[in-house]
């Protein structure tokens, strides 16, 4: 169920990435120290392909990044009928002005 909850909850429009590297001319992630660990640990655990999963997302809604509210974002509609609005930024604002969490599906 942690596979499921990663792929559902990752965000498809990090700018993390599978790239060449040109030293060692295997396959990398490229991007955030953070993105990239996270996609290289679902990787290794053999999680669904999250390229997949970016490409088959239906956008509704760019927030472009903001200096007021320090955030970034994007809203999804999901194939469960649902919307999940994916947030990058500073959780110091944003976190306080959440109304609901998402939860892992058990």
Request: proline share 5%; aromatic share 10%.
């Given at each position: ?6 792929k ?15 030293e ?10 953070t993105e ?32 007021d509210?320090?955030a ?16 990058k ?18």
């Amino acid at each position: 169920m942690i596979s499921l909850s990663f792929k559902n909850q990752h965000n498809p429009f990090s700018p993390a990435h599978e790239d060449v590297d040109l030293e060692t001319k295997e396959l990398a992630f490229v991007g955030s120290k953070t993105e990239t660990a996270l996609l290289q640990f679902a990787k290794d655990l053999g999680w669904g392909d999250w390229k997949e999963t970016c490409d088959s997302a239906k956008v509704i809604q760019m927030i472009p990044f903001s200096s007021d509210r320090e955030a970034m974002g994007v809203v999804v509609h999901l194939s469960s009928g649902t919307y999940r609005l994916f947030l990058k930024g500073a959780s110091e604002i944003s976190v306080p002005a959440m109304s609901l969490f998402p939860r892992s599906q058990t």
